[in-house]
């Protein structure tokens, strides 16, 4: 079935740092692909989504291109902020092998930025 | 637009009883997705409606959980009995279409078993 690894956190930053979190998919087909970031005591709220290979997704200074020859889609921002504090989820949702458009997540990565 | 509605936010139980979530999706949309999200986890799906159709229940836990979507717009997903592992904020998100890109949660409601 489909699968979301990302990478494990805490990730600590100082703050104007580069940032990469890490995501890699295993799915049959074409799935689409999203970040959603989760902030503290807040719900889930979609921070940018890929739909097919090769299209970059952003957001609020954050980027995400959809790799599907290496089944990957990183997150990357240029200069993090304090208010990026949150946790990150990689996602992705298909229809092959019975998915039915499902969200599949991956873990989190819990981003720390200080001042 | 308003977004995905879901009562009560927190909720507090001793194991064995029985409690119930209410979700009420964006006015139109016809999926309508239950996750469950465990402390330091993703979220995972727990049941998924299509209009008032089971589209997939495969992870819902049947002897304790139960959902139902009545006329194909608000939903309620029941626990009974809960158990100490059901710990867990309860996320609802709806989407228009049936085709894997607009969804939006709802805040979620935090499940606490003592």
């Known amino acids: 079935g489909d699968s979301v690894t990302q990478m494990e956190g805490p990730v600590t930053l100082s703050e104007e740092a580069f940032l990469t979190i890490n995501c890699t998919y295993t799915a049959t087909g074409y799935p689409s692909l999203f970040w959603y970031v989760q902030y503290p005591g807040e719900g889930l709220q979609l921070l940018l989504k890929?739909?097919?290979?090769?299209d970059k997704g952003s957001n609020k200074g954050f980027e995400a291109t959809y790799r599907k020859e290496t089944t990957s889609f990183h997150l990357e921002k240029g200069s993090v902020q304090v208010s990026d504090s949150a946790v990150y989820f990689c996602a992705l949702s298909g229809n092959s092998g019975g998915s039915n458009y499902k969200l599949t997540f991956g873990k989190g990565t819990l981003l720390t930025v200080n001042p | 637009e308003a977004g995905v509605a879901q009562s009560p936010r927190y909720k507090i139980i001793e194991k064995r009883q029985s409690v119930a979530f209410w979700c009420n999706p964006i006015s139109g949309h016809a999926t309508l997705y239950w996750y469950q999200q465990i402390l330091g986890q993703g979220p995972k799906l727990l049941i998924q409606?299509?209009?008032?159709?089971?589209?997939?229940d495969s992870q819902l836990p049947k002897d304790r959980f139960s959902a139902e979507r009545l006329k194909g717009v608000d939903s309620t997903l029941k626990i009974q009995p809960a158990k100490l592992e059901d710990s867990a904020v309860y996320l609802c998100?709806?989407?228009?279409?049936?085709?894997?890109?607009?969804?939006?949660f709802g805040s979620g409601t935090r499940l606490t078993v003592v």
């Open positions: 890929a739909t097919k290979a090769d």
């Open positions: 998100a709806s989407s228009l279409r049936h085709e894997g890109t607009g969804y939006t």
């Open positions: 409606f299509q209009n008032n159709g089971v589209v997939d």
